[in-house]
């Protein structure tokens, strides 16, 4: 039996090589995959990067901003479709800092470095995919004909673009927080929660969602406060009936070891324990050019998509984190394959009208 790994990538081409012979014919760059992979029967992939070079002076059939799991999704989705694609990625995911990633099933506990490196791996393998370390910083044109700069200032044509360009957290000024983030200072506790079960835990929040947020948290521990970091503007009996607890001082320095944290000091001089904090961090959109571009944002601050991850520009589709509130490695890939299955869908429908 023939394994679709991207340690053998030979083994992978021959078991595809019918595929690719099939659909060649029908597409402008055909000709040049078919002599990397007829012939010969197959030449080693060493042999197909030149080709790919040759091949990256047309047009792109989809480039997709932000290579990280929303965007390698797409790209493995597009590779998979025989489309010519292009990442381009700036190499700033959002869980960066955190060591280990969970809930994403067959990769609970590696890195994230470890998860997006593989999926690089077996998305670069498909000999249409193509992938830049790059800055996007302009977009011009429109469905069909778009044309994009970027910071090594490298242009590139494409018929449609796909944003997975995620969100950037901002974190509260607060000495020893952005240090802890993702490592003790928490996002989600679907994420994290399970490895700081029952642990002194607080949540750093002052909205109306406290007390929701604390039943929330209270399924992982029973040691629980909630920190306002300043005079409480929520229900604080409603609060103190979960049997949680409210601090109202304001929080000078969280203490670390290498992101873990030990213990809070407030401006009146107190300290409290702590082990994990949880908070629902501001955001803002990663990259402002889906905006800039008349994208619709929706009043969370996501750009606005349909069911098929469309925004409400033709042509320009958009993944992952900087369409959603559920923050999660499974939904980007999710939302990634997604935007590729109604992408190639509409280029199919384009081609036979
Ligand atoms: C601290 C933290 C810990 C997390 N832990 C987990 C976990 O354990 N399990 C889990 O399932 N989820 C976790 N998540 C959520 C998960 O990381 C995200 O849902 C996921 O990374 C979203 O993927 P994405 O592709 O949409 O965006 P991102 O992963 O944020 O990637 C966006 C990419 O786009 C690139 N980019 C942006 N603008 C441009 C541009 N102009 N040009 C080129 N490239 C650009 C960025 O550099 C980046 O590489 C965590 C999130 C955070 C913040």
Redo the contacts with the bound molecule.
Sequence with gaps: MIKRTSRNVIDYKRASISVVKSAIDRRRFGKQVALATTGLGLMPYTSFGSTKTRLEKDMYDVII???????LAAAMTMGRSIRKTLV????????A??P?????ITQDGAT?GHISTLAKEQVLAYPTVFHKN????DVEGSDGNFEIS?LSKKRYKTGKIIF????K?LMPAIEGFADC??ISAI??P???GYEVKSKNTGIFVNDESAADFAKLILNWTDDLTIYSNGTAVFDKEEVSKLGVKVVEEEISIIHHEKGYMSQLDFKDGTSVDIDALYHRAKYEQ??K?PEQMGCELAETGHIQVNDFQRTTVPGIYA????TTPF??????NAS?AKAAFSLNHELITQQYQ
């Design positions: 901003i932000g290579g990280s799991y929303s965007g381009i990625d700036s190499g700033k995911p959002c869980n800092q955190t280990h990633s969970h809930n994403f994230p790059d800055v996007v910083t970027t997975a360009t995620g969100v957290d983030w993702g996002h989600c679907y994420c994290h990663h990259c050019i993944v992952g984190d900087a923050r999660a490695v499974s939904i980007a990634g």
